[in-house]
């Protein structure tokens, strides 16, 4: 059987159509798999979000007890105050994860004196906070754990082959790990 000129036209239209449509499914297929694993850090992050305004609401009322003491540093307890403010008052994820981190590191040092001075550590309602916070940071770091497990996903398909030849172009890009700080609590 022998094609005609007209034939292998048609056939070869055919070919470049069909691979045009699967060329097509794969963009569209790829772009819905990048928008989800985005969405997906998105909503982790907000799990984070929730567990630190956790956190920082508990601030006040711990502030207030410990304050009774005088062992405590004052510039301490400022520093807690203005970094939950700055907390409440920062949007992006990376200023987010930047202020935790600071608020991290000085709560570190309320845990610290709080278990260096019997007085403190006897009190019902600063160790009834103390508990609170410890559970907090536990919920955090679970959800903080999702939430790197949900970028580490969305990284590896922004930068695997072919994924990454439509990534840049549709504006998908790397997104930031929540570490812990270097040589904090």
Request: proline share 4%; aromatic share 10%; no cysteine.
């Given at each position: 059987?022998?094609?005609t000129?007209?034939?292998?036209?048609?056939?070869?239209l055919?070919?470049?159509?069909?691979i045009?449509?699967?060329?097509?499914?794969?963009?569209?297929?790829?772009?819905?798999?990048?928008?989800?694993?985005?969405?997906g850090?998105?909503?982790?992050?907000?799990?984070?979000?929730?567990?630190?305004q956790r956190?920082?609401?508990l601030?006040?009322?711990?502030?207030?007890?410990v304050?009774q003491?005088?062992?405590?540093?004052?510039?301490?307890l400022e520093n807690?105050?203005?970094?939950?403010?700055?907390?409440?008052?920062t949007?992006g994820?990376d200023?987010r994860?930047?202020t935790?981190?600071?608020l991290?590191?000085?709560?570190?040092?309320?845990?610290?004196?709080?278990?260096?001075?019997?007085d403190?550590?006897?009190?019902q309602l600063?160790?009834?906070?103390?508990?609170?916070?410890?559970g907090?940071?536990n919920?955090?770091?679970?959800?903080?754990?999702?939430?790197?497990?949900?970028?580490?996903s969305?990284?590896?398909?922004?930068?695997?082959?072919?994924?990454s030849l439509?990534?840049?172009?549709?504006?998908?890009?790397?997104?930031?790990?929540?570490?812990?700080i270097?040589?904090?609590?």
């Amino acid at each position: 059987m022998t094609l005609t000129l007209g034939s292998r036209r048609r056939l070869t239209l055919v070919g470049i159509l069909v691979i045009v449509l699967v060329l097509l499914a794969w963009i569209v297929a790829a772009y819905n798999s990048l928008v989800a694993k985005d969405q997906g850090v998105t909503a982790q992050w907000a799990q984070v979000e929730n567990q630190y305004q956790r956190k920082i609401d508990l601030i006040p009322s711990l502030v207030g007890a410990v304050t009774q003491y005088q062992q405590f540093e004052r510039s301490t307890l400022e520093n807690i105050t203005r970094l939950r403010s700055q907390w409440l008052n920062t949007s992006g994820i990376d200023q987010r994860i930047n202020t935790s981190q600071s608020l991290d590191q000085n709560l570190f040092a309320i845990r610290v004196t709080y278990e260096n001075y019997p007085d403190l550590h006897s009190d019902q309602l600063v160790a009834g906070l103390m508990d609170e916070l410890a559970g907090t940071e536990n919920r955090i770091a679970v959800e903080r754990m999702w939430y790197n497990d949900a970028v580490r996903s969305y990284n590896t398909a922004v930068i695997s082959f072919p994924n990454s030849l439509l990534a840049g172009s549709f504006g998908f890009q790397p997104r930031k790990y929540y570490d812990p700080i270097p040589g904090g609590p």
